[in-house]
């Protein structure tokens, strides 16, 4: 079995506003010079300052890779202007600082060769959306359904002439799964072979999925689908209640043919 490497101690080399809602903080130094090439759409394990000098550890997509930095978004999400300890650092950080980062982990790609895509997420999926998008053949065709607190957290994404971008205000993330789940509903099911993608809060995600899955037939293989967060919960949390809901919804047979 192979070993997970240590986490490396990196460098906080600037942190700017991207949007009303998504902050950027930009890493590197020393250890970029042992970080695998290649990794944009992966993600990384942040130590972040915790209780007892015990980090806290919260699991952020890498956004993009240069040879010499990585860039984090963070969404700033959270009741009342509040967040957790992701976006708490991820606001007040500066410059300077360092911060251990372990990882990375795989990117979740979309699969070539479908006739269309349907990619859909929050602004917490946001990065991995911009991403997957940059890496579409430029004949794709498809729709991306994305979630954002307000007009002004819309971004000039590159993407294929062919994917259509379809932008869901809402200002108060973790709430009101339904309008997402009608947005992913109303977008037109093209013929042909398909490939959906879908990671967002955890109820919102269990609506998108069942459409996708039971009224549409998706199987494995033409569907990834993720929560990457919990409504009042923590990371650690979170990840207890996934576990849970993977062994009650373990996949079973399907109607659609497989890509």
Excluded at 18 to 26: E, H, L, S, Y
Excluded at 184 to 211: D, H, L, S
Aim: net charge negative.
């Amino acid at each position: 079995m192979n070993k997970r490497p240590e986490p490396k101690l990196f460098d906080v080399l600037s942190a700017e506003q991207i949007t009303p809602n998504m902050r950027r903080v930009t890493i590197g130094g020393p250890a970029m010079t042992t970080f695998p090439a290649g990794q944009d759409g992966g993600y990384v394990k942040l130590m972040l300052p915790g209780a007892d000098e015990k980090p806290v550890v919260r699991t952020y997509t890498i956004r993009r890779q240069s040879a010499d930095a990585l860039d984090i978004d963070f969404a700033l999400h959270g009741d009342h202007g509040s967040g957790g300890p992701a976006v708490s650092w991820a606001k007040t950080v500066t410059p300077g600082e360092t911060i251990r980062v372990g990882g990375p982990g795989p990117a979740k790609p979309l699969a070539p060769g479908a006739d269309w895509y349907l990619a859909a997420g929050d602004m917490t999926a946001l990065p991995a959306i911009a991403v997957n998008l940059e890496a579409l053949h430029e004949d794709a065709v498809g729709d991306a359904v994305i979630e954002i607190q307000s007009e002004a957290d819309r971004q000039n994404l590159l993407h294929p002439e062919g994917i259509r971008l379809h932008w869901v205000i809402n200002p108060e993330p973790g709430h009101h799964p339904q309008a997402f789940d009608e947005a992913v509903r109303a977008i037109e099911w093209r013929k042909g072979r398909v490939y959906a993608w879908c990671a967002t809060e955890f109820e919102t995600m269990r609506r998108v999925r069942a459409y996708l899955r039971e009224e549409r037939g998706l199987g494995p293989n033409q569907l990834y689908v993720s929560s990457y967060w919990k409504q009042g919960l923590g990371e650690d949390q979170h990840k207890v209640l996934k576990r849970a809901d993977a062994e009650e919804k373990t996949l079973g047979p399907v109607s659609a043919a497989p890509i």
